[in-house]
């Protein structure tokens, strides 16, 4: 099956945030960070599969820095490693003050998307080409992920089933 360069799933979001989006310290709210990285990352998948997809997992979400008030916040998502029906996604997240230019990373995530049929059944999606080094980077570590990933998901269910 013939691949697909990363750089066909790269989506980028930019808005601005305001007081609404932010907690009594004028930090954007955690959950609002996470649904924008999760709607990027669904994009990128989609990208990537041109199908529908679903969020199969959120191995990881590390917040590195708040985004304050007034800022921009700005996501950037790329389909990193495919399986025959799955799909791993790196998010980056910055802040960027409006002012000076100047960008922080405030968050990275690594979700896992499966891409549907017309059914609703997972199916095949074609194999990602990483082509940067960065893309390469995240692309030889998947495996890794992959494994913690299913290890961690057999552990719970594990620990549901011994309840």
Known sequence: MKGKPASQSKTIL??????PDTNHLGTMFGG????????????????????????????SFDFISPIRTGEAICIEGIVTYTRRTSMEV?????AEDLQTGERRLTATSYLTFVALNDEGKPITVVPVI????????????????????KKRREESLKHQEDK
């Open 32 to 59: 609002n960070v996470m649904a924008y990285v999760d709607k990027v990352a669904s994009i990128a998948a989609m990208r990537h599969s041109r199908r529908s997809v679903v969020t199969a997992s959120s191995d």
């Open 14 to 19: 930019t808005d601005l945030v305001l007081p």
């Open 90 to 94: 790196f998010v980056k997240v910055e």
């Open 130 to 149: 990483p082509e940067t080094d960065e893309e390469k980077w995240h692309y030889d570590q998947a495996e890794d992920r992959y494994h913690s990933r």
